[in-house]
């Protein structure tokens, strides 16, 4: 079945820093979606990627799709302390069934 | 907030007790699927049921059975309870042909 891995496990930055997390599907995604988790909470949905090759931005937040649909990024620019969490990218098989994947864990201090 | 809520937030049960869960789904969504999320782990799907009919199972065992009801609102439901299966559980309420999911604020089972 598809499976789905993330990259870095954890990430601590400073404040105003950037951060970058990456997603590689083993097969071929019809869409992506990406969820955030705050500690102690339940995934957000933050935004879903369906064409290849596509760029989204949300203020700070800035998501890539692969032109192969096989991988995705979300990169943050200076991130603050409201940042803090987990971010999930998630393969949309059949029937909106998602695969997620382990997760980033995103600490920021201040 | 989403508008799905799950009952109840927290439970404690016994090793081979049964446990059910409950979700009411966002106002307007015919599809709700349960997910499993270990700490420090991603979700894992276990099932999907749409229309009150299962539309799509994960590699879990058949001890873990579910319910869509007419107001399309779900139960999940656990027998002969594991260490393994304390978790986070996560109901998500969605439309079909919109992936988009709205998930619960979950219930947090430890079984002892």
């Known amino acids: 079945g598809q499976q789905v891995m993330q990259i870095p496990q954890y990430q601590h930055v400073q404040e105003g820093e950037d951060f970058t997390t990456y997603c590689n599907s083993s097969?071929?995604?019809?869409?992506i979606q990406w969820y955030k988790q705050r500690p102690g909470g339940h995934p957000v949905f933050l935004i879903q990627?369906?064409?290849?090759?596509e760029v989204k931005k949300q203020k700070r937040l800035t998501f890539q799709f692969g032109e192969a649909k096989k991988n995705s990024s979300l990169h943050i620019t200076a991130t603050q302390t409201t940042d803090v969490g987990t971010y999930f990218c998630?393969?949309?098989?059949?029937?909106?069934?998602?695969?997620f994947g382990a997760g980033t864990i995103l600490r920021v201090k201040s | 907030e989403t508008g799905v809520t799950q009952s109840p937030t927290h439970l404690i049960k016994t090793r081979g007790q049964q446990v059910t869960l409950r979700c009411s789904s966002q106002?307007?969504?015919?599809?709700v699927s349960w997910y499993q999320q270990a700490l420090g782990q991603g979700p894992q799907f276990i099932f999907q049921?749409?229309?009150?009919?299962?539309?799509g199972r994960g590699n879990f065992p058949p001890r873990f059975s579910g319910l869509q009801f007419p107001n399309y609102s779900s139960e999940l439901n656990v027998n002969a309870l594991e260490l393994d299966d304390s978790a986070l559980y996560l109901c998500?309420?969605?439309?079909?042909?919109?992936?988009?999911?709205?998930f619960g604020q979950g219930t947090r089972l430890t079984v002892v």
């Open positions: 106002s307007g969504h015919n599809t």
């Open positions: 990627l369906v064409k290849s090759g």
């Open positions: 998500a309420s969605s439309n079909r042909g919109n992936s988009e999911a709205f």
């Open positions: 049921y749409y229309r009150e009919e299962e539309n």
């Open positions: 998630a393969g949309v098989e059949y029937g909106n069934k998602l695969v």
């Open positions: 097969t071929t995604l019809s869409n």
